[in-house]
């Protein structure tokens, strides 16, 4: 009875460990042709939930037809810029990163975040588009929070990520393991082949 308490334990933590590291991930595109010639701050932010975990924000392939600046604000923990690749990461509350640019007609970046889950409030990214200084939005949206961002993702259980302009369009990519992950994928398979016929086709000795 010991040892099938204990390969019950064992499985069990081995359906948790192959269940995380998952990554979702979104193509955001913005429409920024009305504010074409603009100087604006674009900034990024990545909070923290009440659950103590920690995610990774990753922001690439960013592009776009205007001119790309520098980074004037940094906050939390964060790392790299929008030409190289930025990832924001928790648990630490608040993780923002500003970079200033000069807007074309449009811009886009892929985004992916982990989907590490727990806790009643989950990790959340956003997008927002400020004027030159940093401190106003220039897009007038639908944010339910009163921040005019253009966009949000909650990592909870599901993910879910929306869009409060029309100007800004997010295709999902399926959410798949991250690369990190795999070797732990097939160590779990292998573990199951070895521990689940033990466990349905041996009777216990009594």
Same mark, same amino acid.
């Given at each position: 009875?010991?040892?099938?308490?204990?390969?019950?334990?064992?499985?069990?933590?081995?359906?948790?460990?192959?269940?995380?590291?998952?990554?979702?991930?979104?193509?955001?595109?913005?429409?920024?042709?009305?504010?074409?010639?603009?100087?604006?701050?674009?900034?990024?932010?990545?909070?923290?939930?009440?659950?103590?975990?920690?995610?990774?924000?990753?922001?690439?392939?960013?592009?776009?037809?205007?001119?790309?600046? @520098?980074?004037?604000?940094? &906050?939390?923990?964060?790392? $790299?810029? #929008?030409?190289?690749?930025?990832?924001? /990461?928790? =648990? +630490?509350?608040?993780?923002?990163?500003?970079?200033?640019?000069?807007?074309?007609?449009?811009?886009?970046?892929?985004?992916?975040?982990?989907?590490?889950?727990?806790?009643?409030?989950?990790?959340?990214?956003?997008?927002?588009?400020?004027?030159?200084?940093?401190?106003?939005?220039?897009?007038?949206?639908?944010?339910?929070?009163?921040?005019?961002?253009?966009?949000?993702?909650?990592? @909870?259980?599901?993910?879910? &990520?929306?869009?409060?302009? $029309?100007? #800004?369009?997010?295709?999902?990519?399926? /959410?798949? =393991? +991250?690369?990190?992950?795999?070797?732990?994928?097939?160590?779990?398979?292998?573990?199951?082949?070895?521990?689940?016929?033990?466990?349905?086709?041996?009777?216990?000795?009594?």
């Amino acid at each position: 009875m010991k040892t099938s308490f204990t390969k019950a334990v064992v499985m069990a933590a081995l359906l948790s460990a192959c269940a995380a590291g998952h990554a979702a991930s979104l193509n955001v595109s913005l429409d920024t042709s009305a504010l074409s010639g603009s100087q604006a701050t674009l900034a990024f932010d990545f909070l923290a939930g009440d659950g103590g975990l920690t995610n990774t924000a990753t922001i690439g392939a960013f592009n776009m037809d205007g001119v790309l600046g @520098g980074v004037v604000g940094l &906050a939390g923990n964060v790392a $790299g810029d #929008l030409s190289s690749g930025v990832t924001l /990461s928790t =648990p +630490e509350f608040f993780n923002e990163i500003q970079q200033s640019v000069t807007l074309g007609s449009h811009l886009s970046f892929a985004l992916n975040v982990t989907e590490n889950t727990g806790g009643t409030i989950p990790d959340e990214f956003s997008f927002t588009v400020l004027d030159q200084s940093g401190t106003s939005s220039l897009y007038s949206t639908s944010d339910p929070q009163g921040m005019n961002a253009l966009m949000r993702m909650d990592i @909870g259980i599901p993910v879910t &990520a929306s869009s409060y302009s $029309g100007n #800004l369009q997010l295709n999902s990519v399926s /959410s798949v =393991p +991250e690369p990190s992950s795999f070797a732990l994928v097939v160590s779990c398979l292998a573990l199951f082949v070895v521990l689940m016929p033990r466990k349905f086709y041996q009777r216990s000795i009594r």
